[in-house]
Nanobody, 127 residues
C-alpha cells in the first residue's frame, strides 16, 4: 500500500545541477521525515541528507553540505533533493526512505528501521 518512487535522475555535466524527487502514495508523505541515500559503484549505501516531517530541520553529510538541499511540496506529496555544483563523485543510485520512528535528527543510517524504501534513480555526473 505504501509506496515511494524516485524520479528525475539522468546524466549531468560536472558543475551542473539536477533535481530528483521522491513521490509518496498510499499514505500521507507529509506525516514523515524523509531520508535520502546513495550508493556508488563498488561502495556501500550511505546517507546523504534528510528533512523532518515538520519542514523545520534538514541535515546533510559533509561531502554534500552546501551543495545539496532538500525541500518539501506536501500538496503534491513530493520531497526533492536539489543538487548543485555536481561532481563525478556524486555519481550513484539515489534512494529515498521514510520511517515512523525516525525524523531527521542526524545523519541517515541504513541501520535505522525505515518503513519504506523507493526503488532508486540513477544520477551520472560526467562530461
Amino acid at each position: 500500500q505504501v509506496q515511494l518512487v524516485e524520479s528525475g535522475g539522468g546524466l549531468v555535466q560536472p558543475g551542473g545541477s539536477l533535481r530528483i524527487s521522491c513521490f509518496g502514495s498510499g499514505f500521507a508523505l507529509a506525516d514523515y521525515g524523509v531520508a535520502w541515500f546513495r550508493q556508488a559503484p563498488g561502495k556501500e549505501r550511505e546517507g546523504v541528507g534528510c528533512i523532518n516531517k515538520a519542514n523545520t530541520r534538514t541535515y546533510f553529510v559533509d561531502s554534500v553540505r552546501g551543495r545539496f538541499t532538500v525541500t518539501r511540496d506536501n500538496a503534491r506529496s513530493l520531497v526533492h533533493l536539489n543538487m548543485f555544483r555536481l561532481m563525478p563523485e556524486d555519481t550513484a543510485h539515489y534512494y529515498c526512505a521514510v520511517g515512523e520512528q525516525w525524523d531527521c535528527l542526524g545523519a541517515p543510517s541504513t541501520l535505522t528501521p525505515y518503513d519504506k524504501w523507493g526503488q532508486g534513480t540513477r544520477v551520472t555526473v560526467s562530461s
